[in-house]
């Protein structure tokens, strides 16, 4: 199965308040909403940053603005002003979050394929 990165086919938007990290990834076509939600859970988004987050990652759906907003609490160090982290924003984690690997989205006639 070919793979690619999530930011070959998304980007993504943060926040940050105290230690929790708010990230959100918007497809940028949004025929691939519905192949993101099948493939960027909150266990893979946790994961992938299993070195930044050492607390639970919700998952909240957007359809309506075909949007995935993950909250990842204990994920800033302690909180941005705190921390002695380099660079332990939100932001940083969204960049981060875009190196990761998943299934390529189907093209052509296998595009309905979620």
Wanted: hydrophobic letters at 40%; one cysteine or more.
């Amino acid at each position: 199965m070919t793979t690619v990165h999530l930011r070959e086919i998304a980007h993504a938007r943060a926040g940050d308040k105290g230690d929790t990290a708010i990230l959100s990834v918007f497809p940028l076509d949004d025929e691939h909403y519905r192949w993101l939600a099948a493939h960027v859970t909150a266990d893979r988004v946790r994961g992938h940053l299993a070195d930044h987050i050492t607390g639970n990652v919700v998952r909240y759906e957007v359809p309506s603005i075909c949007g995935l907003q993950f909250v990842c609490s204990h994920a800033l160090g302690g909180g941005v002003t705190t921390s002695l982290a380099l660079d332990s924003h939100g932001k940083s984690l969204s960049s981060r979050l875009l190196g990761m690997r998943i299934p390529a989205p189907p093209t052509g006639a296998d595009a309905d394929v979620g």
